[in-house]
């Protein structure tokens, strides 16, 4: 199969899309602002704060094959592949909008410093966009062991319900900008 780079709207990246399976770019961060104007216009609070948070914090990471060895973990659940990534592998938890396909969710992953995305949920990832932000292995791990499971996102939960100290010093810096 041979492939073609396209570049990422508003972020000066650009991804691999395999020629027998393109990919449609949409601009994840003005899917998140419109996600965000929906969500406050229902009322959903914590889901409207999530988003706004990211669309002014998240930055495009840079979508990546599954790392050599690396094996697929469960579908459906991004959330909890994301904290094992981080307390297995040492990588930053990410956490924002994707598109996989035609899907885009808000969804999880792992990221290396270099802004590498790590995500064994969803297949093909080299093929995917991930717009979000990235949080340091250390102060994720301990956010996580405050909280119960369960939850639909447990980043930002902790960040709005919670109201963990100071989210930015929480933040990965992205060296990829």
């Not at 691999?16 to 959903?44: C, F, H, M, S």
């Not at 889901?47 to 990546?64: F, P």
């Amino acid at each position: 199969m041979s492939t073609a780079f396209v570049d990422i709207p508003n972020s000066g990246r650009h991804m691999t899309v395999g020629a027998n399976r393109p990919r449609p770019l949409i601009d994840l961060r003005q899917y998140a602002v419109t996600t965000a104007e929906r969500n406050d216009a229902a009322g959903k609070v914590g889901w409207a704060a999530a988003y706004h948070y990211v669309v002014e914090n998240g930055h495009y990471h840079v979508s990546s094959p599954l790392p050599e060895g690396s094996e697929r973990m469960e579908r459906q659940q991004c959330f909890y592949n994301g904290f094992r990534l981080v307390t297995e592998l040492d990588l930053n938890y990410a956490e924002g909008v994707a598109r996989s396909g035609r899907f885009t969710t808000w969804h999880a992953w792992g990221v290396t410093d270099d802004g590498l995305v790590v995500d064994p949920t969803w297949d093909h990832p080299e093929e995917n966009q991930y717009f979000g932000i990235a949080v340091r292995p250390q102060p994720y791990a301990e956010a996580m062991c405050e909280m119960s499971w369960g939850m639909s996102m447990p980043l930002l939960e902790a960040v709005f319900v919670l109201k963990l100290g100071n989210m930015p010093e929480l933040l990965v810096v992205p060296n990829w900008k």
